[in-house]
């Protein structure tokens, strides 16, 4: 089995950071918030209700890594051309699924690119996915630029 790829966890982390810290006992804790597209949101981007209890950045990166195994599974399901591919395409693309849900993914042009090894079309078609709420957000160009990036460095190893 295909284990979810370091890269795709560091940009979850990165992107998505543990935030809305609170003090609990001694630990530090997690609250939910509403995140930039509207849902609420609890540690590393795990989509929750408002009356989530807090958690700590521990059962975050739990929470993370389920979500991220639920990412990698879908994304080799609409992208079985990835688990041939380096780790880095797979690991942009996983992090894409877990940003923005499996949905998004299966039905996008991006899919199609990704499936027809078009990785030129799949950076472009990465640019197309930064809106939240209606509006850009320059944190998702940014994500998407280091998917891009992933995708990218791996294209130009091949020339090499």
């Known amino acids: 089995m295909i284990e979810v790829p370091k890269a795709a966890i560091e940009l979850a982390k990165r992107f998505e950071g543990f935030e809305r810290k609170v003090k609990r006992g001694v630990e530090i804790a997690a609250i939910p918030y509403i995140c930039p597209a509207g849902y609420w949101t609890i540690g590393y981007g795990h989509l929750c209700d408002a009356k989530h209890p807090p958690i700590t950045e521990a059962e975050a990166e739990i ?14 399901r609409y992208c079985p051309v990835l688990a041939t591919e380096p780790e880095g395409r797979l690991a942009a693309i996983v992090d894409f699924t877990f940003n923005l849900g499996t949905g998004r993914l299966q039905t996008s042009t991006l899919r199609r690119r990704i499936n027809q090894r078009d990785w030129v079309g799949a950076r472009h078609e990465l640019r197309r996915w930064v809106y939240g709420g209606g509006k850009v957000l320059p944190g998702l160009v ?3 630029d280091a998917e891009r990036a992933l995708i990218l460095s791996e294209s130009r190893r091949e020339d090499s």
Do not use: F, K, N
Request: hydrophobic residues 45%; proline residues 0%; charged residues 20%.
């Open 63 to 76: 929470y993370l890594a389920h979500d991220l195994q639920t990412a990698l599974a879908a994304t080799l």
């Open 142 to 144: 940014t994500r998407r």
